[in-house]
């Protein structure tokens, strides 16, 4: 019963659903564009900070548009009823079709910051527009509608919106993404339009082709389902993808190559690491750090931070050490058992964040290799001085830490391993750059062209020279594989000044920008010659 003693209307429970509906699609989208674009595009730090950008500009936009919209239209309730077609058939058909469009962006963009731009108007700017003017437009027919006031009737709208963007989150992030897939979640959405559609259409009483944009969206998910399924029958005749996922920490594809006879794991199509169909690595980087911990006796306790497809963890198992291994993503330990060839005995799996673990842990390492730079993304919550210092706590006093550090060829490219290899020193370690591709010189712009490379810094409590060191190299390997044992150590001649990093000025980021561009730039390439023949 309301306060005057009457029933309540049951138009307040329809809009209540209508509104939820609307925020839990709002925050849905949201998610559902991230995991799409990614693969596309990447996570750089630019690519977040458009995609916030252009949220909160759809959503002001539409917050601005209503009034004016409202006085054009005749009214609240006709501006619902084009918003909700609108809504419905535009996103329909922009997602029938996000392969044949992001497909052509790779052709028209070089610069992937271009196509994410062109990428998020078209299928998250726009919808977001959209969405935002439906609790101003309702709010607008309310004023006119009930005896409750302007404020009371706002807040309500804005209440059950906040609530449906909040189970929005959960249900598309921990339960329909990664156990029903991607299609799910567009299936649920073009639902929830619709739904949003049909509730309009009953509202203003539409009679005469009420079903067709309903029909419509049908026929889209039929038309993207196709699209879904022949996309990988367009693969390259000797490639074949023999595992693939989406989850919020993006894509994990497992890629089979005859002709190599290799596997590699891509994350978001980036490839992040690759083995032999024997499992063992293709990678030099493996087996350089294996050598340089190799003096550790037998049984010494490491960790890896970074699973990728557990080559290095079974390179470590080899030499009889007992291995854990932190990662953020508990995908990977089953991927790696099932696809690399890497026994479950070979390592203990931690599910957590390695900045998480190293604060909690009270565990003491003989040697840690943070391996969690991979491609355009680097833990930059790690690699501050409070993050240092807490993984030279978990080292044991004669411990070896290894850090896996991607950099380019370029000013920014060495500001960012220079101010790395500051912010370890500021922590107290003695730090060196090592070797593992029989390099001369660090940076040789005239060889590698301004590309992007992965280097080797070790650092130390204290003082170690590992070329004095039994060093242990496996004689069925190439002789590639291993850098030079008698020059380990690379020199930064031309060191810029460097930066601090702290958890108060966390701004690595900044300078690895370029790296990671190249890093996605390389990505798009391979990705389009693996689908050169279309």
Request: proline share 3%.
């Amino acid at each position: 019963m309301s306060d005057n003693g009457k029933p309540v209307n049951s138009k307040n429970n329809i809009l209540n659903i209508f509104v939820f509906t609307e925020g839990f699609l709002v925050l849905s989208l949201q998610i559902f564009i991230s995991v799409v674009l990614t693969p596309y595009w990447g996570q750089t730090y630019y690519y977040w900070v458009y995609s916030l950008f252009l949220s909160m500009l759809g959503l002001g936009i539409g917050y601005f548009l209503t009034p004016i919209l409202l006085q054009k239209t005749g009214g609240a309730l006709p501006l619902l009823k084009k918003i909700g077609t609108y809504l419905v058939l535009y996103f329909s058909i922009t997602v029938a079709f996000s392969l044949v469009i992001l497909n052509s962006f790779l052709d028209l963009f070089t610069n992937p910051l271009n196509g994410a731009i062109f990428s998020l108007i078209l299928f998250f700017f726009i919808p977001t527009l959209l969405l935002a003017m439906i609790p101003m437009t309702l709010i607008a027919h309310l004023k006119q509608d009930e005896k409750a006031g302007e404020g009371e009737s706002s807040g309500r709208i804005f209440s059950m919106s906040a609530a449906g963007g909040i189970a929005g989150v959960f249900l598309v992030t921990y339960i329909i993404l990664p156990y029903m897939g991607l299609t799910a979640v567009v299936v649920l959405l073009i639902a929830g339009f619709s739904f949003l559609y049909l509730i309009i259409a009953k509202t203003v009483g539409m009679k005469s082709a009420k079903w067709i944009p309903v029909v419509v969206a049908a026929f889209c998910l039929l038309v993207y389902a196709s699209q879904q399924k022949s996309h990988t029958k367009k693969l390259a005749s000797h490639l074949k993808i023999v595992y693939e996922t989406d989850g919020i920490l993006g894509s994990l594809t497992v890629l089979e190559n005859s002709l190599t006879q290799k596997r590699q794991l891509l994350v978001n199509n980036n490839i992040q690491s690759e083995a032999h169909f024997t499992g063992r690595s293709m990678n030099p980087y493996v087996y350089s750090v294996a050598m340089y911990t190799s003096y550790l006796p037998k049984g010494s306790n490491v960790l890896i931070a970074g699973l990728g497809c557990g080559s290095l963890a079974y390179e470590y198992g080899e030499l009889g050490y007992k291995v854990d291994v932190v990662d953020i993503d508990q995908r990977l330990d089953d991927i790696v058992q099932e696809h690399f060839l890497v026994s479950k005995n070979a390592y203990n799996f931690k599910h957590s964040d390695a900045r998480r673990y190293f604060k909690s842990s009270d565990k003491k390492y003989d040697a840690i290799v943070l391996d969690i730079s991979h491609g355009e993304n680097i833990p930059t919550n790690v690699y501050t001085l409070e993050g240092f210092r807490e993984v030279k706590n978990d080292l044991s006093e004669d411990g070896l830490l290894l850090v896996h550090f991607l950099a380019g060829q370029t000013d920014d490219g060495k500001m960012a391993l220079a101010s790395v290899i500051h912010t370890m020193e500021e922590a107290g370690l003695d730090v060196e750059i090592m070797d593992f591709l029989n390099r001369r010189e660090l940076f040789n712009d005239a060889k590698w062209g301004g590309k992007a490379e992965g280097f080797i810094l070790a650092g130390k409590k204290r003082k170690v020279d590992l070329e004095r060191k039994q060093l242990v190299i496996d004689p069925s390997l190439l002789a590639e594989m291993h850098p030079n044992k008698d020059s380990l150590y690379l020199s930064f001649s031309q060191r810029p000044t460097p930066q601090l990093l702290t958890d108060d000025r966390p701004i690595l980021d900044l300078f690895h920008s370029e790296t990671a561009m190249k890093f996605r730039m390389l990505s798009i390439a391979l990705f389009k010659e693996a689908y050169k023949h279309e």
